[in-house]
């Protein structure tokens, strides 16, 4: 369920008139009329009292309205905690890069660090076999290197560039 429908339900809910949300949201009436009803679709209840000129919440209505304010309020919240993070990354940061793609991270880890000048990363350049060791002690935070972690080493390797470079 899209954030923006719940918006709309809970301004509605809670004795918004259809046409002042609805052109609040820069919607039209039938739009909104529409929205709701897929709201109580996925929902699987009706959440307004059929047939009433005003729109009034039925029991189930007003459980949901608790649960679509608090999902509101915890997207809201995240979303903010991300910008934050985005806005202010800083602390120390381990890297390790195995030879062949040191030439590729170091671009990145220059613009890394032209974005976010309060980060501090400590990047050292180390064979495969000693990456894998280095992660498992706790020496690094994160490894490039175009080798897959063997099964078994406790070590997460994902692909992170198209170029098959395993972090």
Known sequence: ???????IFIAIAEGGKLTEVADA????????SYILAH???????????????HLQLTECG???LVTAK???????????????LRDDV???LRIGVGSFVEPVIRKAVAKLLKDHPALNI???VYRANTLN??????????AFTLNKAYDGEGIISDPCIPVRIMA
């Open 1 to 7: 369920m899209e954030i923006k429908n719940l918006k």
């Open 25 to 32: 949201f820069g919607l039209s009436k039938s739009t909104a």
């Open 39 to 53: 709201v109580e679709k996925e929902v699987g209840a009706e959440l307004f009292v059929p047939g009433g000129k």
């Open 62 to 64: 007003s459980l949901f």
């Open 70 to 84: 608090k999902t509101v309020e915890a997207y809201e919240s995240g979303m903010e905690a991300m910008q934050s």
């Open 90 to 92: 800083s602390g120390d």
């Open 122 to 124: 400590d990047a050292h």
């Open 133 to 142: 060791q280095m992660l498992k002690a706790g020496k690094l935070d994160v």
